[in-house]
T-cell receptor, first 117, second 114 residues
Framework: GAVVSQHPSWVICKSGTSVKIECRSL??????MFWYRQFPKQSLMLMAT?????????EQGVEKDKFLINHASLTLSTLTVTSAHPEDSSFYIC?????????????FGPGTRLTVL | AQSVTQLGSHVSVSEGALVLLRCNYS??????LFWYVQYPNQGLQLLLK??????LVKGINGFEAEFKKSETSFHLTKPSAHMSDAAEYFC????????????FGQGTELSVKP
């Protein structure tokens, strides 16, 4: 099966700093990647759709300037949490559909646990 | 617009008993339906999916689900629960020309008692 990696798997940072999370599709190309946020014991909430070569599409209520997304290549998308605060602490998961898939099957990264002190 | 409702945030069964996790969806386009499993502090693993064709789909680890259009349901079942099935389960919906965008249900935590 297709593999999606995330780095780092966990990160602890001080309030006010910025944190970058990488999402890579290792064995397939993805023009689109998705970023989700998951609070403890809750479902995944779609934050934004990352588009290679163009601007990301953000879901309603997600601050564009707070969560910067860059889709630098067909295998890499990054999410930068700017000026992080404790309320940004969460589990961030990315996913990518394989280009050739006709039914949009997505492959998920293992997630990144962010803790803001 | 699409949405997913999972009935029961927590289900507890005994080892060897039937597992039934409920999922109902709403979709304005023909749906693609998925069940994912998540173990603590991990990403999601696909259990099974329905896109077109046979409405009874079989997945990994002995799970299966049946797409019932008339009931807008896609319930997940397993005849005999195993301790290793204890995890969080998510139902999700997408659709043709949705670009892979998934809408998730609230999740159901499955506990398996010895």
């Amino acid at each position: 099966g297709a593999v999606v990696s995330q780095h780092p798997s966990w990160v602890i940072c001080k309030s006010g700093t910025s944190v970058k999370i990488e999402c890579r599709s290792l064995d397939f190309q993805a023009t689109t990647m998705f970023w989700y946020r998951q609070f403890p014991k809750q479902s995944l909430m779609l934050m934004a759709t990352s588009n290679e070569g163009s601007k990301a599409t953000y879901e309603q209520g997600v601050e564009k300037d707070k969560f910067l997304i860059n889709h630098a290549s067909l295998t890499l998308s990054t999410l930068t949490v700017t000026s992080a605060h404790p309320e940004d602490s969460s589990f961030y998961i990315c996913s990518a559909p394989r280009l050739a898939s006709s039914y949009n099957e997505q492959f998920f990264g293992p997630g990144t646990r962010l803790t803001v002190l | 617009a699409q949405s997913v409702t999972q009935l029961g945030s927590h289900v507890s069964v005994s080892e060897g008993a039937l597992v039934l996790l409920r999922c109902n969806y709403s979709s304005s386009v023909p749906p693609y339906l998925f069940w994912y499993v998540q173990y603590p502090n991990q990403g999601l693993q696909l259990l099974l999916k329905y896109t077109t064709g046979a409405t009874l789909v079989k997945g990994i680890n002995g799970f299966e689900a049946e797409f019932k259009k008339s009931e807008t349901s896609f319930h997940l079942t397993k005849p005999s629960a195993h301790m290793s099935d204890a995890a969080e389960y998510f139902c999700a919906v997408s659709g043709y020309n949705q670009g892979g965008k998934l809408i998730f249900g609230q999740g159901t935590e499955l506990s398996v008692k010895p």
